[in-house]
């Protein structure tokens, strides 16, 4: 795993041999944070990682900047990982043991943006969608990124800005200025 940017930009970290995920491809995670570089101040967000495994997609964030980072995963290796790192690091990411849907359910905190990265055949990727927007997690002009494959649709979805391809991956970009008003 190669962190693309930022202070950290450049350097290797070596993966566990005994964890196997399907991590954000160079090439898609670079479309990525040039897309986001030109919407958010990366030092002022807020950012919950949902599904972070290694948590490469916090990592490039806490490199450039970002402060207040939650990474949830449901897999003990991967936020240990992920824990072992921010120590070699200095980084502060508060890496958090839990299923990613119990956690949105359970969350009280806003964000600035939340992305997440569900594996690509869970049933019901929507559902985080659904989660976040009923529970209003996103703070004004927050936004939420899901990645999927080419077979999920979610351009129908209430907030839906944009998706952007990068080969088999897909971000679908949403945003919170479309959210109902609280009554």
Do not use: W
Request: glycine content about 8%; some cysteine; overall charge positive.
């Amino acid at each position: 795993m190669r962190i693309i940017g930022g202070s950290l930009k450049g350097r290797t970290i070596k993966l566990p041999k005994d964890l196997h995920l399907r991590p954000t491809t160079d090439f898609a995670k670079e479309g990525l944070f040039n897309v986001l570089a030109n919407k958010i101040n990366f030092e002022d967000v807020t950012l919950l990682d949902l599904f972070s495994g290694t948590g490469h997609i916090s990592l490039e964030f806490a490199s450039r900047g970002c402060k207040n980072i939650v990474a949830v995963d449901k897999n003990f290796k991967c936020v240990g990982f992920l824990r072992s790192v921010c120590k070699e690091f200095n980084l502060n990411i508060n890496a958090t043991k839990s299923d990613a849907l119990e956690f949105l359910k359970s969350c009280t905190a806003k964000f600035d943006l939340i992305f997440a990265d569900p594996p690509y055949d869970l049933e019901n990727i929507a559902q985080i969608h659904q989660v976040v927007f009923e529970k209003q997690l996103l703070n004004k002009n927050g936004i939420l990124i899901i990645e999927h494959g080419p077979k999920t649709h979610l351009e129908t979805l209430t907030g839906f800005d944009r998706q952007r391809k990068y080969g088999n991956v897909n971000f679908s970009f949403f945003g919170s200025e479309e959210l109902p008003k609280a009554v």
